[in-house]
Each structure stands twice: as C-alpha cells, then as structure tokens.
C-alpha cells in the first residue's frame, strides 16, 4: 500500500538514530546534573550542620564569656571586701578597728579630774603616746575626738550642760595634738554630751565607763571634700 524507497528508508534509519542518540545525551546530562545536585545538596547539608553547631558553639562561648565575666567580678567584690577588712583589722596596738580606720577610747578619770576641763600631769603622758602612733601609723588621717559624759546633771562646774563639759574637753585634747605638732587642718573637736553612753547609766561603775574621751583616726577620703 504505502511505496517506500531506499532513500526513505536510510532517511528514517537516520532520524531514529539521531533522536536515540540525542535521547541517550539527554539522559545522561539528566544523570549528571541529578548527581551533581545530590552532591551539591549533600554539601549544602553539611555546611548548614557546620554553621547550626558553629551557632550553638558560639551561644556556648558566649555564655561561657557571661559566666567569666560574673565570676570576675564576684572576685573582684571579694577582693575589695578582703583587702578592707584587712586595713581594718590593722589597728596600732591598744586601738580599736573601725571602717575606714582605727579609734581609741581613754576614760576622762585619766584625762581629767571630775568636772574639769584640765588635763592632768598623767594624761600629757598618754595623748604624748597618742600623738606618737598618729604620726606614725595614721599620719595620712584625720583625727576625731569627741568627748563623753554620763547623766549627772551639772550642778557645781559651772557648765551649762554636759554636752558643753564634753566639747570643752575634747577641744582640750585637740589643742595638745595641735601643740605636740598635729596638723591643725587634720583635727575636729566634737562633744556627745551624755547622748551617747556605752552602757546604762545605771550604777557609778556603768557612769565611770561612759565619761571618756574617744579619738578617730579616719581617711580622709570618707569625707565629703577630703
């Protein structure tokens, strides 16, 4: 029914050889492309597990840093706390350790007699002592003294009041640290009057603990404008 030359039939061998080449390329290109996407997507998946775990390294670090840094300064804290109470348990022998330096409290029956403002012989001798440890041991603070009483009214002394008695004689004591070569910009006279008793006024052995005279040596950088 249907003539087919020669010709034709090498044409159509042709084509179909042709096309089944171009076929067996084009599977093989598919291949290769598909390969080297599973390669390409292998590689993207590894890299972006190398990034998550390189993300949760660097949390890790970073949190590691917070915790450095917290526990650095808790050190540092410690160290600043150490280093005062250091200073502070560093007191002159016979004087008491405070913050920011030392005192040293003398009964005012050494100081002075009853309702005077005097010093005695006796006293010279131990503010002279006193004198001694300030310029060598607190020679960088300024020096406090306030005088105490205890509750006895003032009836003979001509005093006003107890709290005057107790300023007068702490400005005694700081005149005589002035004298024996204190600097005067270091010193400050103050009186408690009876305000501010070691213990109960209530016996005369309780009243003779509360007459004093207290001193300070404290550093000056403390003060306000020091």
Known sequence: MFKVTTLGMVS?????GVTTGCANKSTKRI?????????LTGQLNRSR??????YRDGEALNQRLADLMRESGSLRTELASAEALAQE????PGWTP???GAMIAIESGILF???????????KRMLDAVVSTIEGEYADKHIFVFGHTDNSPINKSGWKDNWELSTQRSLEVVRYMADRGVARLR??????GENRPRVANSSEANRGKNRRVE???????LLAGG
């Open 89 to 92: 348990q560093a007191a002159a």
């Open 31 to 39: 291949a290769h492309l598909e390969q080297a996407n599973r390669g």
């Open 12 to 16: 159509a061998l042709a084509f179909m």
């Open 113 to 123: 007699s009853p309702g005077k403002t005097v010093l005695r012989k006796q006293a």
């Open 98 to 100: 405070v913050p920011g």
């Open 215 to 221: 001193i300070f040596a404290i550093d000056s950088a």
């Open 49 to 54: 597990g190398e990034l998550e775990a390189a």
């Open 187 to 192: 010193l400050v006279a103050g009186g408690c």
